[in-house]
């Protein structure tokens, strides 16, 4: 599993029942894919730097959850079909200390250049610049 955020931005004028059963509708979402809600935070009503569908502030939320990749296309397609919503953005957090699935390397793997390793670097790259510079 790995961890996401969620920012939500719903329209402003929605009243607070139907706000918290959009907000609802999502976290099910997550919940129905496998995945674990780790916090929800309402923002409020905030102006935006720009004007979506006429409307110039929105009510932000922010969801933080555990869920495997594979589900994350099926939440954003219910996503897309709220009337509610104006827009939204997933993002992928830093994998934690305990996942495997991170793209770097393990420490022990890293390898580190030496003086010599930098002396033949830039002398490959003077090389370079001479060559581009005689064409």
Same mark, same amino acid.
């Given at each position: 599993? *790995?961890?996401?955020?969620?920012?939500?931005?719903?329209?402003?004028?929605?009243? =607070?029942?139907?706000?918290?059963?959009?907000?609802? +509708?999502? #976290?099910?979402? @997550?919940?129905?894919?496998?995945?674990?809600? #780790?916090? %929800?935070?309402?923002?409020?009503? +905030?102006?935006?730097?720009?004007? %979506?569908?006429?409307? *110039?502030?929105?009510?932000?939320?922010? !969801? /933080?959850?555990?869920?495997?990749?594979?589900?994350? +296309?099926? %939440?954003?397609?219910?996503?897309?079909?709220?009337?509610?919503?104006? +827009? /939204?953005? @997933?993002? !992928? !957090?830093?994998?934690?200390?305990?996942?495997?699935?991170?793209?770097?390397?393990?420490?022990?793997? @890293? #390898?580190?250049?030496?003086?010599?390793? %930098?002396?033949?670097?830039?002398?490959? =790259?003077?090389? =370079?610049?001479?060559?581009?510079?005689?064409?």
């Amino acid at each position: 599993m *790995r961890r996401y955020e969620l920012m939500l931005l719903l329209k402003p004028d929605l009243e =607070d029942d139907k706000l918290q059963s959009a907000v609802e +509708r999502v #976290t099910r979402a @997550v919940v129905n894919g496998g995945g674990n809600l #780790t916090k %929800i935070s309402p923002w409020g009503k +905030r102006r935006m730097a720009y004007p %979506i569908q006429h409307y *110039r502030e929105a009510s932000y939320y922010l !969801l /933080h959850f555990d869920i495997e990749p594979s589900a994350i +296309r099926e %939440i954003e397609r219910g996503l897309l079909i709220s009337e509610e919503l104006l +827009r /939204h953005l @997933v993002t !992928l !957090l830093e994998p934690r200390a305990g996942d495997s699935e991170g793209d770097a390397p393990p420490p022990d793997e @890293v #390898t580190e250049l030496g003086s010599d390793d %930098i002396e033949v670097a830039a002398e490959f =790259d003077e090389e =370079d610049a001479v060559a581009a510079a005689e064409a």
